[in-house]
Every structure is written in structure tokens, then in C-alpha cells.
């Protein structure tokens, strides 16, 4: 199957979104952090970044809507 360069280019720009809006080094380097609390911060980051990755793909197809 085919995939164009527009999905692609909008698959990236969500990992990238989701890969810096997380915490990891205040995460990953403190012992106090247990893993039921990583993984619902994690969930947290992951909902919360869906909004704004739906706002930046209807951004990309219809720039028209910024004005």
C-alpha cells in the first residue's frame, strides 16, 4: 500500500510533537517516580497531545483557517 508524502510528513511531525512535549529525563532519572505513576503521565501526555496534533495536520491541509 501506498502511503503519500503528506502522510508521511504528518507521522513524523506527530512522533516528533509527542517525543518533545515528554518529561523523559525528569521521568526516567528519578527514583521517586514508580512505574504506575510513569505510565499514567505517560497517558496523560498522550491524550493531551492529541488535540494539537489534529490542530497542526488541519493547519497543514487548510492553512486558511490561522487567519
Known amino acids: ?32 517516580v514508580s512505574m504506575p505513576s510513569f505510565y499514567t503521565i505517560l497517558g496523560i501526555i498522550g491524550i493531551m497531545s492529541i488535540p494539537f496534533i489534529m490542530l497542526g495536520i488541519a493547519w497543514s491541509i487548510k492553512p486558511e483557517l490561522t487567519t
Open 1 to 32: 500500500m501506498h502511503i503519500s508524502k503528506k502522510i508521511k510528513m504528518f507521522i513524523l511531525l506527530s512522533g516528533i510533537w509527542v517525543v518533545i512535549t515528554l518529561p523523559l529525563p525528569w521521568l526516567v532519572n528519578n527514583p521517586l
